[in-house]
């Protein structure tokens, strides 16, 4: 799955103030141009503070349609791959959603926004612990949230309707796929271009 180049701006004019209601409608826009066009899952982002999950060091940059840099040499993932991706999921209200990276918790958010219930799992402590912080600033009452290893999945929670991997993998998830639900589906990035999804256990392309 490549991240593509955003389109021109097509909201801001000469003249206009680049408040961040323009910047968040401007990213929005760009969303559906590149065929995010769920909208329940572009409601999920525009009702989500991106600014909130960004460090300080790059808070103008908060609704750029952009990858940007977080702790632990991780990222907080472009918006379009997060739409993309959400999308793909198919998400329906009453699902049980496992989440493998955590990282900010940024897409944990959009998730929960969907799904009845969002189990996330983080390797990195320190990432784990701010994670955690934003979600109780932002009042999120259905996020289960474990630290390990997310290779392993969460077998004692499993079967889940739905599974979301954030980083790329070299191969199938085979321990993650035991983990669905027959009817369920799993995205995730495979190998270093190329996005995947399972749906019913087999993969298949997302795109």
């Known amino acids: 799955m490549m991240a593509k180049a955003p389109p021109e701006d097509p909201v801001a004019k000469d003249g206009e103030s680049?408040?961040?209601e323009t910047r968040l409608a401007r990213l929005i826009l760009?969303?559906?141009s590149q065929g995010v066009g769920d909208p329940a899952v572009l409601n999920a982002i525009e009702t989500t503070p991106r600014d909130?999950?960004?460090p300080d060091l790059f808070q103008e940059r908060a609704w750029e349609d952009q990858a940007l840099p977080i702790a632990c040499g991780q990222t907080i993932?472009?918006?379009f791959i997060v739409g993309l991706m959400t999308q793909a999921l198919s998400v329906e209200k009453r699902d049980r959603i496992l989440e493998i990276g955590t990282g900010s918790g940024y897409q944990t958010t959009i998730l929960s926004k969907l799904a009845r219930l969002v189990y996330t799992v983080e390797r990195y402590r320190t990432l784990m612990a701010e994670a955690e912080q934003r979600f109780k600033t932002l009042g999120l009452t259905n996020v289960i949230?474990?630290?390990?290893d997310g290779g392993l999945g969460w077998p004692e929670q499993a079967p889940f309707d739905?599974?979301?991997v954030t980083a790329a993998a070299p191969e199938e998830p085979k321990a993650l796929l035991s983990q669905l639900k027959p009817t369920g589906v799993l995205v995730?990035?495979?190998g270093r271009l190329q996005g995947r999804c399972a749906d019913g256990g087999a993969l298949r392309a997302a795109a």
Do not use: N, V, W
Request: hydrophobic share 35%; charged share 20%.
């Open 18 to 20: 680049d408040s961040p």
């Open 30 to 32: 760009s969303l559906r």
């Open 52 to 54: 909130l999950f960004t």
């Open 77 to 79: 993932s472009q918006p």
């Open 145 to 148: 949230t474990r630290f390990g």
């Open 162 to 164: 739905r599974i979301l």
């Open 188 to 190: 995730a990035p495979i």
